[in-house]
């Protein structure tokens, strides 16, 4: 039986490789094209998403998509997920609709061919670095003022105890958030970890993925004052999110056996 489960993982691992590394390699020639020009820019970002959607959906998990947001394509919102596991972009891409721009690690940059892509189309950051994080910043700011939607993980990198407990929060999203008068959106990503950990190795391990897109809250009025309580009150609905869900796995997945009008089958 252990040779068995050995066997199948490793045939499961190779087929969720392949199929994500597939569609980037068949439209990267695109990309590489498109990327040298920024007013093509919203047209490579369409690509990541398909690219995402593809492999999400050839990944052969349920995705269950949670909107508590009535999104307003004409409104700007600073998007605030749990960081666990490198899918959380591809997640992010295949459910938020838009030209998103992401904040991620400088890491990013440095992966093979995809790297420059990113380098050049979302925003990279080195927090070890306060010029690189200050640099981010006011990308950020001039991102936000050409209408992009912002993606922001706050708590800056994957923790060793993603999916079960969160990471102190970063001001920079809810200080961009004051700053412009923006909307938060909390989001809540529960099973990613699960899925794919960022432990031990490329470890893909079958399991319904699910993305809880919260309430906005909105900053119409605050300072910089509320700046602690407003991120608080973002970390509190993310962390109760996800310890929500930690028992419903205990519980064997009872949550994807629940029909809700607010919920949505993303695959």
Not at 44 to 69: C, D, G, Q, T, Y
Not at 128 to 137: F, G
Not at 174 to 198: C, R, S
Not at 222 to 247: A, F, G, R, W
């Amino acid at each position: 039986m252990k040779a068995i489960k050995y066997l199948s993982h490793r045939i499961y691992t190779t087929w969720c490789v392949t199929w994500f590394v597939m569609p980037f390699v068949v439209t990267y020639p695109l990309q590489a094209f498109l990327i040298r020009k920024k007013k093509w820019h919203r047209h490579v970002h369409s690509i990541n998403r398909f690219w995402s959607s593809s492999a999400l959906r050839m990944f052969l998990a349920p995705v269950k998509v949670e909107w508590h947001l009535p999104f307003n394509p004409k409104r700007q919102y600073i998007f605030t997920p749990n960081h666990s596991s490198y899918l959380d972009i591809p997640l992010l891409l295949h459910t938020i609709p838009g030209f998103l721009n992401f904040v991620g690690k400088s890491a990013l940059c440095k992966v093979p061919l995809w790297g420059p892509i990113y380098e050049q189309l979302y925003i990279s950051v080195d927090r070890r670095s306060a010029i690189s994080s200050a640099k981010s910043y006011i990308q950020s700011q001039r991102s936000l003022a050409e209408g992009r939607n912002l993606v922001i993980f706050p708590e800056g990198t994957i923790p060793e105890t993603a999916g079960e407990e969160l990471l102190k929060f970063k001001d920079g999203p809810f200080k961009l958030a004051i700053e412009k008068q923006l909307p938060v959106v909390p989001v809540t990503m529960p099973y990613n970890h699960k899925f794919l950990p960022d432990v031990g190795g490329l470890k893909v391990r079958w399991h319904p993925l699910k993305i809880v897109l919260h309430e906005p809250i909105e900053t119409t009025g605050m300072t910089l004052q509320d700046l602690p309580l407003l991120k608080e009150k973002v970390y509190q609905i993310i962390q109760s999110e996800i310890t929500k869900h930690n028992k419903t796995y205990v519980n064997g997945y009872s949550d994807y056996k629940e029909n809700s009008t607010l919920s949505k089958a993303g695959v």
